[in-house]
């Protein structure tokens, strides 16, 4: 079964510093989709950033960016800058056609400190 | 705000209970998703339809029920309500049903089971 292991359940950042947020998912699949996304204490739900993993090209969105190491089933987020309407809870989840159902792992809550 | 509303906010009932949450998904959107927020069990799929039709089955309880009506909005029904079911209940909708149709999220009805 596919799984999604987020192993930092809590991070934090200085503001306007970087900050990596790390994600693992086990799968046999080739074909398939990683996302972020992240969940402020409004409790929405909001895409971050998405990875197709036939792309090699590593997905970039303003200031996130992925670092995805398929060989090593990794995905991990950075923020850049980090901004104080950056903390929130950030999900990281896997899809594949076999299933179609997004997976996510159990969050990493990030605070950002001014 | 992502266009897509929930119906109540915040649901409160006794166990064995019966309730109806619904979801409004955004203009244009066919396919509604369903998800499962909980402390133990973390964001998990439930159900998704399209068009009216099931598309994709999560884990979904039996006691657990939803359908897509022919205006496009659906009804998650929860029955014979136990303790473990309080949770928060998102709703998703995408244009499509494929996964690189973004889901947009709504803000989730908050069920509490007492």
């Known amino acids: 079964a596919q799984t999604v292991t987020q192993s930092q359940p809590e991070m934090s950042v200085q503001e306007a510093e970087t900050v990596t947020l790390s994600c693992t998912y086990d799968?046999?699949?080739?074909?398939?989709?990683l996302f972020w996304y992240k969940q402020p204490p409004s409790r929405q739900m909001i895409l971050v950033i998405r990875q197709e993993a036939y792309k090699q090209q590593n997905a970039t969105e303003n200031r996130f960016s992925v670092n995805f190491q398929k060989a090593a089933k990794s995905f991990s987020l950075k923020i850049s800058d980090s901004q104080l309407g950056d903390a929130a809870m950030y999900f990281c989840a896997y899809w594949w056609g076999g299933s179609e159902k997004l997976v996510f792992g159990k969050g990493t809550k990030l605070t950002v400190n001014p | 705000d992502s266009g897509v509303t929930q119906t109540p906010k915040h649901l409160i009932t006794a166990t064995g209970q019966r309730v109806t949450l619904r979801c409004s998904p955004r203009?244009?959107?066919?396919?509604v998703y369903w998800y499962q927020q909980s402390l133990d069990q973390g964001l998990q799929f439930l159900i998704q339809y399209y068009n009216g039709e099931e598309r994709a089955k999560g884990n979904i309880l039996e006691r657990f029920s939803a359908q897509q009506f022919p205006d496009l909005h659906s009804e998650l029904n929860l029955s014979s309500l136990e303790l473990g079911d309080s949770a928060l209940y998102f709703c998703?909708?995408?244009?499509?049903?494929?996964?690189?149709?973004?889901?947009?999220f709504g803000p989730g009805t908050r069920l509490t089971v007492l």
């Open positions: 799968t046999s699949e080739s074909d398939y989709y």
């Open positions: 998703a909708s995408s244009v499509g049903g494929a996964v690189d149709n973004e889901q947009f």
């Open positions: 203009s244009g959107d066919l396919s």
